[in-house]
């Protein structure tokens, strides 16, 4: 098809943008969790001294094993990404392999984190032990959760896909939750710079 | 699929990089990502530390939301509802981060929890 004939296609369609209104949202939705995540992380920069008699960042961090977290959330970003180009190809095969390798590399990152909260608290630091854990646990916390559901939802799309509920023409599916993934990995490079990288 | 939205997901295709551009971008991030955790052992770099590290991030954010979220081929309407929220986010950082540490000096160490 022509690109002229395609861009009358979808300026024919009755939205008033022309644009596809489940991405809008997730745009939208993507823009107000800048905001949400803003805000942590501010409060984390606010309180990242306030250690009271708990352990601070210098005696918890270890750099090499997050920068490895950081590493394998990254590469999911391209896993993520290849699992769209193949469904545009009409690669059911393909897409269902990257996804479940985005997922999987999504649960590496989830079980670093759990090993790493883990590790701290036995190091003593705790939600009530300082403004400074606290400020840590709910931001890396919340982030996490972002991750967890990410990999509930690509392991869904695998699991429609599997049972022929994800069609060559689905792809637009696949899109909104890579946004969504994608997104979780941008938040991820902030707070690995900002939490991890500089020093207090 | 409708004719309307394959014809739309046509003209977003058009502009996509392909699979083995997602590879180089990758990589660079990965160099991106060695260079951020290298600057922070460099002693060298203490006094300019966060300019750089906040360049390499900035640039790590430019290239997955530009080419993985193919935020640089879409529509400029994606791209000014995510702007927003990042400008919001920056200027509520920015408000908070100058309320508490320039006019009133921090949170008082004795505070809660302090």
């Keep these: 098809m022509a690109t002229e004939e395609l861009t009358s296609a979808v300026q024919e369609h009755h939205t008033s943008t ?8 997730m745009w939208g939705f993507l823009g107000s969790e800048c905001l949400f995540f803003g805000s942590l992380i501010s409060t984390y920069l606010l309180y ?12 918890l961090y270890d750099i090499p094993y997050t920068s490895v977290s950081s590493f394998v959330l990254l590469m999911s970003s391209l896993t993520m990404v290849l699992a769209l180009a193949a469904c545009h190809r009409k690669d059911q095969r393909g897409m269902r392999a990257w996804l479940l390798a985005t997922a999987l590399l999504g649960m590496v990152f989830i079980g670093g984190q759990i090993y790493e909260f883990t590790e701290f608290a036995h190091e003593g630091l705790s939600l009530e032990v300082s403004p400074f854990g606290s400020s840590f646990y709910v931001l890396t916390g919340f982030h996490g959760a972002h991750v967890t559901v990410g990999i ?12 022929n509920r994800l069609g060559p023409d689905d792809s637009r599916k696949v899109e909104l939750i890579g946004l969504y993934w994608h997104f979780v990995d941008i938040v991820w490079i902030i707070i690995f ?7 207090s | 699929m409708s004719q ?3 014809a739309q997901e046509e003209i977003e295709l058009e502009h996509h990089p392909e699979p083995g551009q997602y590879v180089k971008i990758a990589v660079i991030l990965a160099i991106l990502t060695a260079m951020e955790v290298a600057v922070a052992y460099l002693d060298a770099l203490s006094d300019v530390i966060i300019p750089v590290l906040g360049a390499l991030a900035i640039a790590k954010f430019a290239m997955v939301v530009g080419y993985f979220m193919h935020l640089k081929f879409d529509s400029k309407l994606f791209r000014y509802l995510f702007v927003t929220g990042l400008v919001f986010a920056i200027a509520l950082f920015s408000i908070v981060l100058t309320i508490f540490f320039g006019s009133l ?7 809660p929890g302090g």
Excluded: C, H
């Design chain 2, 4 to 6: 309307y939205a394959e």
């Design chain 2, 105 to 111: 000096g921090g949170p008082a160490p004795g505070g």
């Design chain 1, 193 to 199: 710079t900002v939490v991890y990288l500089i020093p």
């Design chain 1, 48 to 59: 990242r001294n306030q250690t009271a008699d708990g352990p601070n960042s210098a005696d």
């Design chain 1, 152 to 163: 509930l939802m690509l392991l869904l799309l695998v699991g429609m896909s599997m049972f």
């Design chain 1, 18 to 25: 022309g644009l596809d209104n489940t991405k809008m949202a």
